[in-house]
């Protein structure tokens, strides 16, 4: 996509905060820009005084009427509040709040800027749905094919998590695997098709109960929606491992998370596990009854920091799992196909390459779960809780209705949650569609509860 009026430059350093992510933003997006780092090309050198781009925040745009856009005074791409009791107020500091907030609106004005569709159409919706990952795209679909007039509120890009994947290789219906941005780019194209509003560069800043049961969001940009229900698709926004080779074996051998059906395609392999917590220790369980070995690389001193003491009793013992602490992978390497990890393992002072058909990443992830903390009931990780969890024995109740929550329903009648955000949720592609598609069955039987 050309920006409306000509070019667009992208002025930066490499290691600028919020450089990377403005270029995914823009990339991602398909608009076309010309990355400029400043320390390295020469007509910067030529052109600018060294002064003058002192007096600029970096990144900056410019644009072809010669207007620039600063990056915010500290870019902060998303904040996390630890959970809180339903209703208490989510701490954090104001100087945070400000650097969240003037992120969202430099992505916001970049995006209105460079012809994104970064404004509703409307004022009132049948369905709103945050985030156009895998769960909130299908929502989309399904909500916009079957009447209701659907609006999606994507903070990044349509896609999600699924959408910097380089290879799917467990999605139904691609025997050959299929890329994240590929998979991504048919739903959003099927979604927007069949009616589906999908903003971009727009992000929930607050939400709130309105009246005759709708609800009302507040979006980047000063607009606010009403919507019959809506569906939280936030996804998770998970820790990536930054070392050379692993992105571009990411489908190839690198996976993020684990699951049965990856753990069963490791029969015989050697496998490599890299965490320290509870999900790494079931993970390589797991993984361990079918492949010939698994090494764990963890970079704390002990597991016992942060795995529960069952789990590394029974990884200690087990004969074919070897632990690595005080360790770090640092390269993994392989043409077409993963087949060597580098481990820097402190502990020992060795370098060592090992041999490895698989690698799984579990060193953690955080609900994006901003705007709706201190009012939606979360677990003590912060993912939101939903359907019959939300009748178990809480400190204090947690659903305000006579009926039962419906399933994927949050403690907001109406509001309904799918995908990675979810208490209990899979975490993969598949699920996050399967949900999706749920959340909106449970959002008619839920409307028809209001007639
Ligand atoms: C590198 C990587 C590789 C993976 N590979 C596989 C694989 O091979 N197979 C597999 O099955 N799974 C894989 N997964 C897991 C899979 O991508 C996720 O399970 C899936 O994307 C979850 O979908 P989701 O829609 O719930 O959330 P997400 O994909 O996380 O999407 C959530 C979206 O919501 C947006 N958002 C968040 N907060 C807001 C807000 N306040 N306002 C507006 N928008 C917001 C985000 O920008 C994002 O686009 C992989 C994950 C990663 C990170």
New binding site residues.
């Given amino acids: 996509m050309k920006p409306p009026g000509g070019p667009i430059y992208l002025l930066g350093r490499a290691a600028t905060p919020g450089a990377a992510e403005t270029r995914q933003f823009l990339s991602r997006n398909g608009v076309s820009f010309r990355w400029v780092d400043v320390d390295d090309d020469p007509l910067v050198r030529v052109l600018t005084p060294a002064a003058a781009l002192d007096s600029v925040r970096l990144p900056c745009v410019l644009f072809p009427d010669g207007s620039i856009l600063e990056g915010p005074r500290r870019f902060m791409r ?1 904040r996390f509040v630890p959970a809180t009791q339903h209703g208490a107020v989510p701490a954090v500091s104001a100087e945070d709040q400000q650097a969240y907030l003037e992120t969202k609106l430099f992505k916001h004005e970049l995006g209105t800027r460079v012809g994104l569709p970064t404004r509703p159409q409307h004022e009132f919706y049948d369905v709103a749905i ?9 929502s989309a679909l399904y909500a916009a094919s079957e009447g209701l007039r659907t609006l999606v ?19 139904p219906g691609f025997p050959d ?1 299929v890329s ?1 941005a590929e998979l991504a780019a048919s739903i959003h194209a099927q979604a927007t098709r069949l009616g589906a509003e999908v903003l971009v560069g ?3 800043v607050g939400a709130m109960p309105g009246e005759s049961g709708t609800l009302e969001l507040e979006l980047t940009g000063g607009t606010t929606v009403r919507a019959r229900a809506s569906i939280a ?6 820790r ?1 491992l930054e070392a050379p080779g692993v ?1 571009e074996l ?2 190839a051998g ?4 684990s ?1 049965p059906s ?1 753990a069963a395609l490791c029969r015989n392999c050697d496998v490599v596990v890299v965490g320290g917590a509870n999900s790494a220790g079931q993970a390589a369980l797991q993984l361990a009854d079918v492949a010939r070995s698994v090494t764990v690389v963890c970079r704390a001193d002990s597991l016992e920091q942060s795995m529960s003491r069952y789990l590394v009793d029974r990884i200690q013992t087990h004969n074919r799992i070897e632990i690595r602490t005080g360790a770090e992978v640092t390269e993994a390497r392989g043409d077409e196909r993963l087949g060597t990890v580098v481990i820097r393992d402190d502990a020992h002072g060795q370098e060592i390459e090992a041999g490895a058909d698989a690698l799984f ?1 579990m060193i953690g ?1 955080r609900p ?5 903390e201190g009012w939606l009931r979360r677990d003590e990780h912060g993912f939101l809780v939903t359907g019959p969890d939300l009748l178990r024995d809480w400190e204090q109740p947690a659903w305000p209705l006579a009926r039962a929550p419906l399933f994927l329903e949050s403690s907001q009648p109406g509001l309904f949650v ?5 208490h209990g ?9 399967g ?2 598609a749920m959340a909106v069955a449970l959002i008619h039987q839920y409307l028809s509860t209001l007639d």
């Fill in positions: 998303t945050l985030g156009a990952g895998p769960a909130g795209l299908t509120v994507e903070a990044l890009a349509p896609g999600g998590q699924a959408g910097t994947s380089a290879r799917i290789e467990n999605y695997g994240g727009a992000e929930l698709a936030n996804g998770v926004h998970y990536r992105d990411i489908g690198v996976h993020y998370g699951s990856e990443v992830g994006m779960t901003a705007g709706v799918a995908g990675d955000v979810r949720s899979i975490k993969r592609v598949a699920s996050a569609v949900e999706g």
